[in-house]
């Protein structure tokens, strides 16, 4: 494989560079039945580290690593976090070094959205019909879990709780679950996280379907610590576009359904912060 001049650029090389940091890990898109492919895609990423100056990139990624973590360590190299929790509860603690282009169904470039999903067989056709049902949702720090649901919700609330009942489980595939089970009406998720469900756990997901969109939001980027020096980021960014454009890494892109990875821009998050402040001046500043 080719490599372009800026590979032998001497700020890079090994002698001047401090300790890798030792966290990675992919914890937004990681059922079980993933992790070969979110390995695959790891080590693609590592490789081309290594290819650049980074050669001691941990050669493992951390699955126990939950979605929504207490903190962005300091010593994190790699993860991929939400965009509203970047905006509010991680604000500081992470640099952004790529967005991913999914090819899914309701993304267009470097976007996703939440999906209102309900039992297949359910009566609901719009989103008002879900008024006085009860709803399950991951976290109440999460973007397409919470903040999208809540700013589609704000139209129809007219001021007071929409819901019958509303319960935080801490997990949107397992809210995909607890609604096929009929343990719940109605929950909304992240549209990849739906694609991959659907892909890995078929049985389940034949008996739900996609009831409306919310609005759009930036992908979930990939980012490494606020820590992370110029040169550190500057690596990071440059791995990701090869793994993002090599024919080499093409089993690796499928293996998460990438069609590309971008660069972005860390002012592209701040509409997750409209979508709060339209909600509140709708009247309804809290999912309810």
């Given at each position: 494989m080719s490599h372009d001049p800026a590979d032998t650029d001497p700020r890079l090389s090994p002698g001047t560079r401090a300790k890798t940091a030792t966290r990675v890990s992919l914890p937004m898109y990681n059922l079980p039945e993933m992790r070969a492919q979110n390995d695959a895609f790891w080590k693609a990423v590592r490789t081309e580290l290594k290819r650049i100056g980074i050669d001691d990139a941990p050669s493992e990624l951390d699955f126990a690593r939950v979605p929504v973590p207490e903190r962005i360590e300091s010593d994190t190299l790699f993860t991929q976090v939400c965009g509203y929790p970047l905006q509010t509860i991680f604000r500081g603690q992470a640099t952004l070094i790529g967005a991913p282009v999914y090819d899914v169904e309701h993304c267009a470039p470097a976007t996703h959205v939440g999906v209102f999903v309900v039992q297949r067989a359910a009566r609901y056709g719009r989103l008002a019909d879900l008024r006085g049902c009860h709803f399950v949702f991951n976290s109440r720090h999460s973007n397409?879990?919470?903040?999208?649901?809540?700013?589609?919700?704000?139209?129809?609330?007219?001021?007071?709780?929409?819901?019958?009942?509303?319960?935080?489980?801490?997990?949107?595939?397992?809210?995909?679950?607890?609604?096929?089970?009929?343990?719940?009406?109605?929950?909304?998720?992240?549209?990849?996280?739906?694609?991959?469900?659907a892909?890995?756990?078929?049985?389940?997901?034949?008996?739900?379907?996609?009831?409306?969109?919310?609005?759009?939001?930036?992908?979930?980027?990939?980012?490494?610590?606020?820590?992370?020096?110029s040169k550190t980021v500057e690596t990071l960014r440059r791995a990701l576009q090869r793994v993002a454009k090599a024919p080499e890494w093409a089993a690796a892109r499928a293996g998460l359904l990438l069609k590309d990875i971008v660069p972005v821009e860390e002012g592209a998050y701040a509409a997750l912060l409209d979508y709060e402040r339209e909600a509140a001046a709708l009247g309804y500043p809290v999912l309810c």
């Open positions: 397409s879990g919470m903040n999208l649901p809540r700013r589609a919700l704000a139209e129809l609330a007219g001021g007071r709780p929409f819901f019958n009942g509303i319960a935080e489980t801490h997990s949107q595939p397992g809210n995909l679950e607890r609604v096929a089970r009929g343990e719940a009406d109605a929950t909304c998720v992240d549209s990849i996280t739906y694609a991959f469900f892909r890995h756990r078929p049985q389940i997901a034949n008996k739900l379907r996609i009831l409306v969109p919310t609005p759009p939001s930036p992908s979930i980027p990939f980012v490494t610590s606020s820590a992370a020096d």
